[in-house]
């Protein structure tokens, strides 16, 4: 049956003859243009396979259920409603039919780019396809079958963008087609507009559906009243009840593990849904089920048309006692009893998977990614720093500097006497779509989401961009384990010009509790608040007793941020305050630490060797009276202290021995520690007394604070620290940081080579007292340098220049039969018995990186390049878990391999 006849045999058209003309020529118009959306509705095939096809079959089906929703309640509807009612059910559907220009037009767009990300993260079937597709353990023929349930995923991303916007899309394109089309002109009005609301508000929440957005119970055309209203929820009803096997589709993407026998496919094979009943007293779904994922989504789906049905019950009622012949004789309730398998194929169990908080703070204790309670501080301070950079690089869009961001903690008794804590920053906010989709949901951080890398594209052109800490999103679950009750005050910036978010208030109520929001004050502040209600109420406070210990873990962390931050507790017993001031800490030398005046100090700008970098690299030296290097002076010297089988190098200062000097190391990842001493100056012995220091694996020799930020940051685990510290030389990110840090140590050697030292006996003593990484000079320091040769038993020093020809046997550089390169025995007494530190491997080391090599009758001979521009030599080594390589230039016939000490490969550089 065409769907011309559908229309003309249906109640909903109008048989009476009307004397006004107007409405017979309307319903010739009706008729045609019924067609036409039909045959355009065909193109949905192409972007819907897995869905009925949305032309007249949904079509008729909705008149059909209009038909049975008013029963003999139709007769309340005037010609003109039927009418309109009839043209919104043929066009409603439209926007999920673009054509070639218009679907390349909503493809290309920002917004499809962020929905397509979030639907492949919320689609569990897509990551684990991928994963599946890259496995080394599949055939051919399983990989083809992989790739196309892979192909079939990438549709219903686009099918799901599609049915989401085709309401909007649906207005647009009847715009397009009918706005100048005189069959739709009724005494000279154009009825299209009515179309287009009735299109956009079946796709709308039901508070959609009032008198502001044009669905007025009396909405005047010419001299006929029509009730836009209730057309609408008569389109919505009858399209959400059209049920059967295509409206589930997204549900089972979500259900279904593609390598499963279960699939689309199969779906497609079983119509679960065998019938339904609408009547005034029932509406009864059959459903027989072949597979309990089937069973699933109908009953979610129906969960659905149950809420839709409520809605619009509810707001029939509420219409004017003038319209109460414009009602629906429904019942509130979907009844589910005949859902259920089919020839009892399975048992069905209500049970479902859930996890509380307690549960969560249980695994995050047990599993040691907190180990003690106040490092939700540490979260918190992440959390605030993030919002405030977050709204900087906005307002930077239009080349507006935000220099007002700060950060907040107090930690206070109010006034019931109970223990709280308190953050307070003035970023960028949060308003209710962040809230659901990201601060509710453990493991999803908005920093990490579609939207959030959308914003940054602009940002990055603009200049304006940052890489932010939040990676894991589960940073505030660790508040749980300070306090059951929080409250969250929040209000977001949306830009310059543009209006603020509404205030929130965000209240969580005991680890089992209720979550809720509600609307804050007026004059709540842009920026968020988290108040923490410390568990444990205490009968005083000393030390021993907080579990805060808020100035010291704020102190131990900030060591490198961009913003103020304010520290006060104000409790009696533990009162204390702070201010750490923007930039990054730095960490002092042995020396410094000790007392020594007369001393000479070297920093170096850790920005100068990479843009990823902020902080400094510092190490002193006694001096004597000239200002020379030395091993001693009036105040202290370095003494060669004897043990039973072994020997220590020791300063000797006011008569007391120092014995192993610490370096003091402090990696931070974007302003907050990730490795090594935590604190500043002043502050070091009282944080690391409170949590320790954690090695950060580098065996770098200088003392060093840098903040990493953007590309140079390594891997950390969920509870912000080094993988494994035994294996982050192994690990290519780390190695970055730590080739950095060298270069910067090897800087500071390479002013100390160029400097006036009153002799190389005092240089490569000094080298063997501070063990440094010479490997990573610049190669005009090393030509520079003097190293020392032993010929007839007596010493001498020559430059890297004078050094030709050379050859390395048994791990001695041989200058020629009479020389070779040795170092005497004053600068092999500072050898640390224990320290497994070489001096003799490190210059043969910077030596081959400096040279050059050739095959001489059957040997390897190296020249030191001198025409080779300045280079760092570090740069020419390459690494591997088992193996160091260095790239060296060479003869086309030298290939063969040579050892110091580890196996090495002499490649092309």
Not at 411 to 430: P, S, V, W
Request: with cysteine; proline share 3%; charged share 25%.
């Amino acid at each position: 049956m065409s769907i011309q006849e559908t229309i003309k045999n249906s109640s909903l058209w109008p048989i009476n003859f009307n004397s006004d003309s107007e409405i017979e020529l309307l319903k010739n118009n009706v008729l045609k243009l019924c067609e036409e959306a039909c045959e355009r509705m065909k193109i949905t095939y192409i972007h819907f396979p897995q869905y009925t096809l949305h032309d007249e079959t949904h079509i008729s089906s909705m008149i059909t259920l209009v038909s049975m929703i008013l029963q003999d309640k139709i007769s309340s509807l005037s010609e003109l409603e039927k009418l309109i009612l009839i043209l919104g059910i043929c066009f409603h559907d439209i926007g999920m039919a673009p054509n070639e220009e218009e679907l390349e037009s909503l493809l290309s767009s920002s917004e499809y780019e962020v929905f397509s990300e979030n639907w492949k993260i919320n689609h569990s079937n897509f990551v684990n396809l991928l994963s599946i597709q890259k496995s080394s353990i599949y055939s051919e023929v399983e990989k083809a079958e992989i790739n196309e349930k892979i192909s079939l995923l990438e549709k219903a991303c686009l099918t799901e963008y599609l049915r989401r916007e085709h309401p909007e899309n649906a207005k647009k394109f009847i715009e397009n087609l009918y706005n100048n089309d005189k069959r739709l002109l009724f005494h000279g009005i154009n009825i299209t507009p009515f179309i287009c609301k009735l299109a956009i508000a079946h796709g709308k929440d039901i508070s959609f559906i009032n008198d502001s957005n044009g669905f007025r119970c009396d909405e005047q055309i010419h001299t006929y009243k029509v009730n836009m209203s209730f057309l609408a929820v008569l389109i919505r009803l009858s399209d959400i009840l059209d049920f059967d096997r295509s409206r589930t589709p997204d549900l089972l993407y979500k259900s279904i593990k593609f390598e499963d026998p279960i699939s689309i496919k199969e779906w497609e094979k079983h119509r679960s849904i065998r019938g339904w009943s609408i009547s005034e007293n029932e509406i009864i779904f059959t459903a027989e089920c072949t597979h309990p994922v089937y069973e699933n989504v109908v009953r979610s789906f129906i969960n659905q048309i149950e809420k839709e049905l409520q809605d619009c019950i509810t707001l029939t009622k509420r219409y004017p006692k003038e319209f109460s012949s414009y009602s629906l004789d429904l019942p509130f309730s979907i009844d589910r009893s005949r859902i259920g398998p089919k020839d009892n194929s399975y048992i069905t169990h209500n049970v479902e998977f859930s996890l509380s908080r307690n549960e969560i703070i249980n695994l995050l204790m047990t599993d040691k990614l907190y180990s003690k309670p106040s490092l939700c501080i540490r979260e918190l301070l992440q959390n605030a720093a993030d919002a405030i950079r977050t709204r900087k690089s906005l307002y930077g869009l239009e080349s507006f500097d935000f220099d007002k961001g700060k950060i907040e903690f107090s930690h206070y008794l109010d006034c019931n006497n109970e223990e709280i804590l308190e953050c307070h920053d003035n970023g960028i906010g949060m308003d209710l779509d962040i809230i659901n989709n990201y601060f509710t949901r453990v493991g999803r951080s908005y920093y990490k989401s579609p939207e959030f890398n959308q914003l940054r594209k602009e940002w990055k052109e603009k200049g304006v961009d940052f890489d932010p800490c939040s990676q894991f999103g589960i940073g505030f679950m660790s508040c749980f384990m300070l306090g059951d009750q929080i409250e969250i005050q929040t209000r977001k910036d949306y830009g310059i010009g543009k209006n603020r978010g509404k205030p929130l208030v965000i209240e969580i109520n005991g680890t089992e509790g209720i979550f809720f929001v509600r609307e804050g004050s007026d004059n709540q502040e842009i920026g968020t608040t988290v108040r923490i209600k410390i568990r444990n109420k205490k009968a005083y406070y000393d030390i021993f007793n907080d579990n805060v210990k808020l100035i010291t873990t704020l102190q131990g962390y900030a060591l490198g941020g961009e913003f103020p931050i304010y520290g006060k507790c104000t409790i009696e017993g533990i009162k204390e305050e702070t201010l750490i001031e923007p930039g990054v800490a730095k960490n002092p030398s042995f020396l410094e630490l000790v007392g020594i005046k007369q001393l000479k100090c070297y920093s170096i700008d850790l920005s100068t060797i990479s843009p990823c970098l902020s902080g400094t690299i510092n190490e002193s030296f006694l001096i004597d009276e000239n200002g020379n290097l030395s091993l001693e002076n009036n105040e202290a010297s370095w003494v060669i202290e004897k043990k039973r089988n072994d020997s220590e190098v020791q300063l000797k200062f006011q008569n007391y021995l120092y014995s192993n000097p610490e370096k003091l190391h402090s990696i931070c990842f974007d302003g907050i520690l990730i490795a090594g001493h935590g604190g500043r100056v002043g502050d070091k012995r009282k944080v690391t007394d409170f949590m320790g220091w954690r090695n950060p694996g580098t065996y770098n020799n200088a003392n060093f604070c840098v903040d990493v930020r953007g590309a140079l940051k390594a891997e950390i685990t969920p509870a912000r620290e080094p993988v494994d510290n035994s294996s982050m030389h192994s690990m290519p990110r780390w190695q970055r940081i730590y080739d950095c840090l060298n270069k910067g140590e090897a800087k500071i050697w390479g002013k100390i080579i160029h400097e006036n030292i009153s002799s190389p006996d005092i240089f490569w003593q000094l080298v063997n007292i501070y063990e440094p990484n010479l490997s990573f000079l610049k190669s005009k320091d090393v030509l520079d340098l003097l190293f020392p040769v032993i010929k007839d038993g007596k010493l001498s020093y020559k430059p890297a220049t004078d050094l030709l020809n050379y050859k390395i046997e048994n791990n001695i550089v041989i200058l020629s039969e009479e020389e070779i390169l040795q170092f005497p025995d004053y600068c092999e007494k500072w050898k640390k018995s224990h320290s497994g530190w070489d001096c003799n491997y490190l210059t043969q080391r910077i030596l081959i990186l400096c040279s050059t090599a050739k095959l001489v009758d059957g040997q390897t001979i190296f020249n030191v390049d001198t025409k080779s521009n300045n280079f760092c030599i570090g740069d020419r080594v390459l690494r591997d878990f088992y193996h160091l390589v260095l790239g060296i230039n060479f003869d086309e016939s030298c290939k063969h391999y040579f050892s110091i000490y580890s196996e090495v490969s002499i490649i092309n550089s």
